[in-house]
Nanobody, 117 residues
Framework: QVQLVESGGGLVQAGGSLRLSCAAS????????IGWYRQAPGKQRELVAA???????SYADSVKGRFTISRDNPKNTVYLQMNSLKPEDTAVYYC???????????WGRGTQVTVSS
């Protein structure tokens, strides 16, 4: 079992910054990749950024150059630094962990990010 807890969301003006945290606990040794997803009202959930145990990162085109994903292994925490935020970044942001055994993935409960224009 893996538990994921997101934090750091909030209300920010366009152009501002936020840092999201995803704290993992439980069987963290089984985690391969942690990703940040987001879901805006009326839209499908989409992958924003991901980081593997080998520290390989990937980003959605819409956030490249603005968002940075990183991990602190001793703290079992993954961060998403979000700069130059835009109103279209408004969404609930979810942490996702891919693991090596069933159920193969876990989700956090999400944290709301609202960017005002």
């Amino acid at each position: 079992q893996v538990q994921l807890v997101e934090s750091g969301g909030g209300l920010v003006q366009a152009g501002g910054s936020l840092r999201l945290s995803c704290a993992a606990s439980g069987s963290t040794f089984s985690i391969n990749t942690i990703g940040w997803y987001r879901q805006a009202p009326g839209k499908q959930r989409e992958l924003v950024a991901a980081i593997s145990t080998g520290v390989t990162t990937s980003y959605a085109d819409s956030v490249k150059g603005r968002f940075t994903i990183s991990r602190d292994n001793p703290k079992n925490t993954v961060y998403l630094q979000m700069n130059s935020l835009k109103p279209e970044d408004t969404a609930v942001y979810y942490c996702n962990a891919l693991v090596r055994a069933k159920p193969y993935e876990y989700w956090g409960r999400g944290t709301q990010v609202t960017v005002s224009s």
